[in-house]
């Protein structure tokens, strides 16, 4: 993998993190929410993947706060 690609991956990876974090739910909430399992959000943030069509699900309102949705 090329050096530009981890680079997006990472920062990628830490918005989600940050944003979730933000809205106050956990990795396994985020993952019920976009239909993935919680090693795939734990991937994600880590960097290591990237979210592809299997999370087309994912969208800024699967990280409102539990109170808002």
Known sequence: MDESRTSAQQIIGARI???????????AELARRV???????????AGRTLADAQASSFSPRS???????
């Open 17 to 27: 993190r940050e944003l979730r974090k933000a809205a106050g739910i956990s990795q």
């Open 35 to 45: 239909y993935v399992s919680r090693q795939t959000v734990g991937n994600w943030e």
């Open 63 to 69: 990280l409102r706060p539990r109170w808002t949705t």
